[in-house]
């Protein structure tokens, strides 16, 4: 899949490290974009930038300070000159049961989930010029509101709301912002901690169609709401769930 208007266009990636981040890294190099991804993850992003043989630039960044934020975007725009796209990936959805989780638990999460995609969009898009595009990843978490998932959803659904907001803001510069909310992705860490051989056949029976998604067809998605070619779409909520929330 090739997009040749991402080519030498500017994308920040935040949580670009493992999963479908680190898919959203891949794609944009492939597309020739020029990407700088950020995660807390030192180890796995410095892994990542070491295999894509400086076509990418990482950057350790804590998505809960407002500072780091800001040094990490102004950096990005002044060694590149220029903003194109921003990808809002970063997200946490630990389990955490509801009538034991703290007000710190619920407050951390949200600074992560909702609160840093306010304060990487509002720096990214003072720097950015007509037809830039912002991509903020919700999930199918919001719709179907999971009980052991109490506080990722309502800050998913905090996305979705500022998206549709943002749009309206943004628009009068051509910028263009819609919200990514992906099924259940065969990401590593999910493999690992959270999808048993049950919760395929589950999420075989909820899909419209049985195939298991995978990272890259997120980011496959994500280049095409990137890209020129998704220029008449802003403000809008794009399920890339096989199906999974349809009706």
Known sequence: MTFPDLRGKTALV??????????????????????????????AGRALEASLES??????VD?????????????VAQESRQVDVLVNNAAQDTRIPFR???????????????????????EASRRMKRGG??????????????????AYTASKGGVIGFTRSLARAL??????????????VMTARQLEMYVTPAVKRHIRKAQCTPDLIQPEEIADVALFLA???????????????RGWQHS
Not at 24 to 34: H, I, N
Not at 55 to 60: D, E, G, H, P, V
Request: hydrophobic share 45%.
């Open 14 to 43: 935040t949580g670009g490290a493992n999963g479908i981040g680190a898919a959203l890294v891949r794609a944009f190099v492939a597309q020739g974009s020029q990407v700088f991804y950020c995660d807390v993850d030192r180890k």
């Open 55 to 60: 076509q990418a630039t990482f950057s350790r």
């Open 63 to 75: 998505l809960t300070r407002e500072q780091e934020i800001c040094t990490w975007v102004r950096r």
């Open 100 to 122: 034991t989780m703290s007000a710190t638990q619920w407050d951390h999460l949200h600074a992560l989930n909702l609160r840093a995609y306010f304060l990487t969009a509002r």
């Open 133 to 150: 595009a912002i991509i903020n990843f919700a999930s199918i978490v919001f719709h179907a509101g999971p009980a052991e998932l109490t």
């Open 171 to 184: 628009g009068p510069q051509r910028i263009r912002v819609n919200t990514l909310s992906p099924g259940w």
């Open 227 to 241: 890209s020129n070619a998704s220029r008449a779409i802003t403000g809008q909520e794009i399920l890339a769930d």
